[in-house]
């Protein structure tokens, strides 16, 4: 029971990376229709800049993580427009391929950047190694803040998108592009606020997933298991990425515990492909046409 | 300027309906059959490696080029046909397990192809991506078959009484096998069923509505795509010696994916293309290492960097590909001095949902 529980805990965890990284990959392609394969090398060059700030810089962890998720929001926003914008209106295909490409490069410059290179940084953050016990289940503060860190992130996300006239202009935009533009909204630029957005997101989820599996070039592959997550919510839904990411940590976590070696590197994608079969719009997706 | 002019109802049937086009390839047959001669021995089995990924490219031009399907998760196919044929090989001779390699690869992709039937676009590239995860996670567990991460030697190719024991005679095998795979490509391109993967690729409503079964021809189509795939694998299972799941990685799906793009994505000339520049690039880059600066030309990263690089500004600036580039040469020939820049100008659409 108690390793049920601890399994929980964990599975709950890495689920809240999963689904702050399927939100960046939501976001980007409710606004932009862009599906970005690159999500998780996103994430890893979000983790790689707060590694450069606060190992190699000494800024402190609550400056360095801040300024590198603004570097990184910075780094989104001169992606679209270098790559996706002259790619808007061509197939998508075409999209998809480029978006693939770009994370390989990303993946190898990375590996060429000097002091990043192919090896495993550690990433020291301030609650290393501190541990509570509730009854029985050992939760490490590492674990708690990551989930603190994303009902913070999406309640902050929620309000801005609410209530601010960028936000709103940004669920214009999502809703039908068109639309938006005839009304007044800037969408190229709107386009690249979102990236930034996006790649913002993904640099906390790279941050808190350091302490996990540390900062590598291969992390990308991680951010991989959100598209599941994001398709397990639903394609264009908010909350059904978040839970979606919530739902395959569990489910990888869980099969560690329980099924034979091995299903749980690939029980994210079983999932995806039983729920794709069974309901290809998701948990929480509406059905539009071009879906199916 | 070139005028076509039809004297008989021949020349609508046959493959190659210009007399000059017979002259050119006839020229380019006898070159690939002598080319064991004229080349020295490295460049030959590169030349076999630019046979077999071209294999694979028709086969996954087939299914994404012509069926609008797109596959992220090729790799797959062409690690089952590997594995088929070398576990098959100790018990069976090739003449055997070579066919068998390609039905099983061919079932693994009806078993891909099933779920992915009622995707369409985006869901079906992450359906193929999550189907190839789980297909190399099972080569790497079962490891009774297949040996898991400690691999699994292949034996030469025996035909009978005569060992393929050198690049020039493997060569001429995959020359014979890409030869087939590219006249019975080009046939089905041109039978009913190759019209009605087209269809699906234009518009799936509209191939519906005119009564094309969608369910029969995907399938067919993943079928066929991931034999020819297989049996690439199984060829290059036999040039390589060795296989071990690490082969076998999203960057193989990626490379043959650079094939078809850059190659030309509408045009099964295009792998052939896209074969050769994948192949060519990595002693391009080996030999621009000399005259780079010592750090970057150390960077193991330095090839996928230069791959992406490629890929992603023939998507920008080029996007037919290679295969585009011949035709805008030849173009520019044919219609002398009246050559226009931009008459192979991309259509762009701005309005949702309209190109799946």
Redesign the interface.
């Known amino acids: 029971m108690v390793g049920f529980l601890q399994s929980l805990v964990s599975g709950v965890s890495i689920g809240c990376v999963y689904a702050l990284v399927a939100l960046g990959f939501v976001l980007i392609y409710k606004a932009t ?1 862009v ?1 970005n394969f690159a999500q998780g090398e996103l994430m890893m060059v979000g983790a790689f800049f707060a590694f450069t700030l606060v190992d190699m810089g000494h800024l402190p962890f609550v400056i360095g993580v801040p300024l590198a998720m603004a570097c990184a929001a910075l780094f989104g926003a001169l992606l679209n427009q270098s ?1 996706l914008r ?9 999209t ?3 978006t ?3 994370a ?2 990303l ?6 950047v ?1 002091g990043w290179g ?1 090896q495993t940084h550690s990433l020291a953050n301030p609650v290393a190694g501190q541990k509570t016990q509730l009854g029985g289940v050992i939760l490490s503060h590492e674990h708690l803040i990551v989930i603190a860190a994303t009902l913070l992130l999406c309640a902050a996300l929620y309000l801005f998108f609410r209530f601010t006239r960028v936000g709103v202009a940004l669920q214009a935009v999502s809703q ?3 639309a938006a533009g005839y009304c007044g909204v800037p969408v190229k630029r709107m386009h690249s606020l979102i990236w930034a957005i996006s790649a913002a997101v993904s640099a906390l989820a790279g941050v808190l997933l350091a302490p996990m599996t540390f900062v590598h ?1 291969g992390m990308g592959y991680v951010g ?1 298991k959100a ?2 997550a994001a ?1 397990i919510g639903g ?1 264009g839904s908010i909350p059904g990425a978040i839970l979606g990411g919530l739902f395959i940590g569990l489910i990888e976590e869980l099969s560690g515990l329980y099924a034979p ?2 299903v749980k ?2 029980a ?3 999932a ?2 039983a729920l ?2 069974a309901r ?1 719009q998701g948990l929480f997706g509406v059905s ?5 | 300027m070139k005028f076509v002019r039809k004297t008989s109802y021949d020349y609508d049937l046959r493959l190659f309906p210009e007399p000059e086009d017979r002259f050119w390839y006839g020229l380019l047959a006898v070159a690939l059959l002598l080319a064991p001669v004229l080349l020295p021995p490295y460049f030959l089995g590169q030349a076999v490696l630019v046979g077999i990924y071209a294999i694979a490219g028709f086969g996954l031009m087939l299914l994404a080029g012509y069926t609008g399907q797109i596959s992220l998760g090729h790799a797959a196919f062409f690690a089952v046909g590997a594995y088929t044929t070398a576990v098959l090989e100790k018990t069976m001779p090739f003449v055997l397990a070579f066919p068998a390699a390609g039905l099983m690869a061919a079932a693994v992709g009806i078993l891909v192809g099933l779920p992915a039937l009622r995707l369409s676009g985006i869901y079906l590239a992450i359906g193929t991506l999550a189907s190839s995860f789980i297909v190399s996670e099972v080569i790497a567990r079962w490891e009774s078959v297949t040996r898991g991460a400690s691999g699994i030697t292949v034996a030469r190719i025996r035909l009978g009484d005569i060992v393929l024991d050198s690049d020039a005679k493997l060569y001429y095998l995959v020359l014979a096998v890409a030869v087939a795979a590219f006249w019975l490509g080009r046939n089905i391109l041109r039978s009913p069923l190759g019209i009605a993967m087209m269809a699906i690729r234009d518009s799936q409503t509209g191939a519906q509505s005119v009564g094309v079964p969608l369910v029969r021809v995907k399938l067919i189509a993943f079928a066929l795509s991931a034999a020819l795939t297989g049996l690439a694998g199984a060829l290059y299972a036999h040039k390589i010696q060795f296989i071990d799941p690490d082969q076998f990685t999203l960057l193989l799906s990626v490379e043959l994916l650079v094939v078809i793009f850059i190659g030309g994505i509408g045009s099964l000339h295009g792998c052939v293309f896209g074969a050769i520049f994948i192949i060519i690039l990595p002693q391009v880059i080996a030999i621009a290492k000399d005259h780079l600066p010592r750090y970057l030309a150390e960077q193991t990263g330095l090839q996928s960097a230069v791959y992406a690089t490629c890929l992603i500004g023939f998507i920008l600036f080029e996007p037919e590909g290679l295969h585009g580039i011949w035709l805008k040469i030849k173009r520019y020939f044919s219609m002398f001095p009246h050559y226009q820049r931009d008459s192979q100008k991309q259509q762009r659409s701005h309005a949702r949902g309209e190109s799946w």
């Open positions: 229709e599906v790559l002259p790619l808007i209106g061509r197939s998508p295909f075409t998809v391929l480029a693939v490409a770009l390989t490069l993946r190898s410059l990375a590996s060429m000097p192919t039908n592009q068109l070039t991989l598209f599941p398709v394609f070696e091995g590197h690939v994210a994608y079983v995806l492909l794709l079969v290809p539009l046409r071009e879906r199916a």
